[in-house]
């Protein structure tokens, strides 16, 4: 078997660090849950945390949330596709737009379910993600201030996730000033200049962070500690609040060297041999995991004795070496994970997921 927990109490100081600083200088944050795959159990832990707005990019997640607590402030972080917009507007309270189309339905949807839908309006600031160009902005609000039953809320941005492309304070100023534009022009009023994120956060630090940005989305740094900008970990949050176990079905000293007529593997790779290491062999462990629930590129074994020496569909070998902390069959091997890795494991059905409410490390294995 293999599991993975969450660690609530560090999550908790990772939340109250985040929220105190945020607070300090004068930003409002969302919470981006779309690590926890809609995880009912996880949800509703997080959500006992003092805070009024979460974001996700699943709809099927927002309708969890809102099962939880149906007066939080819930906001999809994605242009809506045009399927999806009664679902939308039922189950967020907010969404993310670039399409003047998919703006009138959604203004539509909510003038039959007798809401209003905010909207933030997305700028392309050069991550060529989602944005509507800057060249195109001020018609693109124009005509949207004509529909019924949408309020804007916010203008933002989206850098870092696709090419890397940084928030820099001159890129976080445009921001800005689109915003202060839109208001002078249109004599309305912006709440949100939506431009931070995890990777932004380093800039509130080193004092590079305009005035006029208040407005975060933080989903990364919260549950893994990351500075993003600088690809590091922040000292003073967790970066182990998931961690994931897996037991050991097979564990026999075998030789170093594959023996046989090479071909391919399932993933199409070719292997050449070392033929020095003949003769030689090593304790080998079979664990309960494999490529389906997750990439071996995103785990990192908490023994630095133990090396992960491949992995198949539904197992992964490691190499126990002279098996100094003696392991044995049934026991478990523990791995810390990276951003991607653990979206892969908490969107596998055949990973179990389970709550670490105690500082003690044997709870984890009840």
């Not at 993975?4 to 945020?22: A, E, P, Q």
């Not at 189309?101 to 991550?127: D, F, R, V």
């Not at 070998?317 to 392991?327: E, Q, R």
Request: charged share 25%.
């Amino acid at each position: 078997m293999a599991f993975v927990t969450l660690d609530i109490k560090k999550l908790k100081s990772n939340f109250d660090y985040l929220d105190s600083l945020f607070k300090k200088n004068g930003i409002e944050w969302s919470i981006v849950s779309k690590m926890l795959c809609g995880n009912k159990e996880f949800l509703t832990e997080l959500l006992k945390f003092d805070f009024t707005q979460i974001c996700d990019s699943r709809v099927s997640n927002l309708k969890v949330i809102k099962s939880i607590n149906p007066n939080i402030e819930t906001i999809y972080i994605k242009p809506p596709a045009k399927r999806s917009i009664s679902s939308v507007v039922k189950y967020a309270d907010i969404s993310v737009n670039t399409e003047f189309e998919t703006i009138k339905l959604l203004s539509e949807e909510a003038k039959k379910q007798k809401k209003t839908h905010k909207i933030i309006i997305m700028i392309e600031l050069g991550e060529l993600r989602e944005g509507v160009l800057g060249e195109d902005f001020i018609a693109f609000y124009e005509s949207v201030f004509r529909l019924d039953n949408i309020q804007v809320i916010g203008i933002g941005a989206n850098l870092s996730c696709l090419y890397g492309v940084l928030p820099n304070h001159d890129k976080l100023i445009q921001l800005s000033l689109y915003e202060q534009l839109i208001e002078a022009k249109f004599n309305k009023q912006i709440p949100y200049v939506s431009g931070g994120s995890s990777v932004t956060i380093p800039l509130i630090f080193q004092n590079l962070l305009p005035k006029g940005i208040n407005h975060f989305r933080v989903g990364e740094t919260l549950f893994l500690g990351t500075d993003v900008y600088n690809n590091t970990k922040f000292e003073k949050m967790h970066s182990d609040v998931f961690r994931l176990y897996s037991e050991i079905i097979e564990l026999i000293e075998k030789p170093t060297v594959p023996m046989g007529e090479f071909g391919t593997n399932l993933e199409g790779d070719s292997y050449e041999i070392d033929k020095t290491n003949i003769g030689e062999t090593s304790y080998r462990a079979i664990v309960d995991l494999g490529l389906l629930d997750v990439e071996v590129s995103h785990l990192e074994l908490v023994d630095k004795s133990l090396k992960i020496s491949g992995a198949s569909s539904d197992m992964i070998v490691i190499d126990l070496d002279d098996n100094k902390n003696k392991y044995k069959v049934g026991d478990l091997i523990e791995f810390d994970m990276d951003y991607m890795g653990i979206l892969r494991i908490l969107n596998s059905r055949y990973i179990e997921k389970r709550v670490k409410t105690v500082a003690n490390k044997k709870a984890c294995v009840l």
